[in-house]
């Protein structure tokens, strides 16, 4: 009898054992969490987001800007005060082209569209500036010198005038629905 309560004892020792330290392990995890959020600050933003890209290194005067449409890399960009319009550009990877398996795109009928807005806080307005450009054309005036300015906000677009596969597209689909409604309404009406 007593053997097996030392066979006992030594399991549950055993077993307090464990449990003991897979609460320390959770307690040590879930106060070092505790503490990451308790020291976190607003400067340390780019650790958080998945879109928000740091450029400017630690220390440097930065602004913020973000960065939507056809790019490579959209997001919000932690930029070094002074910044072009054209580095941010390189930045995020450049204008996307539109690209698949069957098209061969002539990037003379490429145009380009980039719009930076900004909201006035003091006079509730927004202001607008826009540049527009075909690929084999060099950069609008103004373009190259564009600095950009804190909470700015630039769009890409790209276009392209439509090709026959395009059109091609738009009619063959509405062609199916129209035969597809016409077949169904066909065999409906013929019960």
Known sequence: MTVQ???IMRRVLSLACI??????INFLATDSSNAQTRQLTTSQQFRLAERVIRIAEPGELVDSVNVWGDVGSSGRYL????????????YSFGPNTLRDGQTQI???KM???INIQEYDRENGGQS???FRYRFEEPFPDGMREFELKNNQTVTVRVKRKPSFR?????FASTVSAVASTIILLDRLGGR
């Open 5 to 7: 309560i030392k066979k």
């Open 19 to 24: 449990l003991i330290a897979i609460g320390s």
């Open 128 to 130: 607008l500036t826009s």
């Open 166 to 170: 395009d059109y091609l597209g738009v």
């Open 106 to 108: 002539d990037w003379s």
């Open 79 to 90: 930029i070094p005060k002074g910044t072009d319009l054209t580095k941010l550009l390189s």
């Open 111 to 113: 145009r380009v569209e």
